[in-house]
């Protein structure tokens, strides 16, 4: 299994600003995943970080509104720039692993942002 | 990435047999099933995953009919605790493939 830890686990945040939020993971993975999470609504996937090359935007995503940071492994961080009330939302970092025959995927417990 | 259709909420009772069943028909020969649990204020948990026929652990059990358009989750026995959103995914099993969520099954268990 993985342990996922991500911070801040929430933030209020003023119109404008921009906030980076960082997902450690305990083990070395090759792929990292971000998704957003709007208020009673389904997850949806931001982008795919892969170490030591761009990340890869979903449609609806840019990369001058969610640039992603991959240094290593075990890390990553997702900044939400120029922050809008329309960006309040939960933000999950993600990893997989193998099981067996079993690819398994771990979610951190989410970053909460409230855009003021 | 095949798309899923789940029922947006289901209501049952402590101790009953929960069935949440999961349409697929655009599956591929290459995805797996894989059955996600998220209660409120935190990620979703991996409950189950399967290809074909019958899949059991602790948790659960994965139904999958011979031409795999559907998938049923069956929960034994529920209690409170297992109030919470399902999500029923399709896609590859390799580890670079990306998961993409459906809308979910909301499940409220009563006492």
């Known amino acids: 299994s993985a342990v996922i830890s991500q911070k801040p686990s929430r933030d209020i945040c003023q119109r404008g600003t921009s906030l980076t939020i960082q997902c450690q993971v305990d083990?070395?993975?090759?792929?990292m995943f971000w998704y957003r999470q709007q208020p009673g609504q389904s997850l949806t996937l931001i982008a795919t970080?892969?170490?030591?090359?761009?990340?890869?935007?979903e449609s609806g995503f840019v990369i001058d509104k969610f640039p992603i940071s991959r240094p290593n492994l075990t890390f990553s961080t997702l900044t939400v720039s120029n922050m809008s009330p329309e960006d309040s939302s939960i933000y999950l970092c993600?990893?997989?692993f193998g099981r067996g025959s079993v690819n398994i995927q771990y979610f951190g417990a989410g970053t909460r942002l409230s855009v003021l | 990435l095949a798309k899923t259709t789940q029922p947006i909420s289901m209501d049952s009772y402590e101790g009953q047999e929960v069935n949440i069943t999961c349409s697929h028909n655009?599956?591929?020969?290459?995805?797996?099933i894989t059955w996600y649990q998220q209660f409120p204020s935190q990620g979703p948990r991996f409950i189950i995953q399967?290809?074909?026929t019958k899949v059991t652990n602790e948790v659960a059990s994965l139904f999958i009919p011979a031409d795999r358009k559907s998938s049923t989750l069956s929960l034994p026995r529920v209690s409170l605790s297992d109030t919470a959103v399902y999500y029923c995914?399709?896609?590859?099993?390799?580890?670079?493939?990306?998961?993409?969520f459906g809308s979910g099954t909301r499940l409220s268990i009563r006492p």
């Open positions: 655009n599956i591929a020969t290459n995805d797996y």
């Open positions: 970080a892969n170490q030591g090359s761009e990340a890869t935007y």
């Open positions: 399967g290809y074909k």
């Open positions: 995914l399709v896609g590859e099993g390799s580890s670079a493939s990306k998961i993409i």
């Open positions: 993600s990893v997989r």
């Open positions: 083990s070395q993975v090759t792929m």
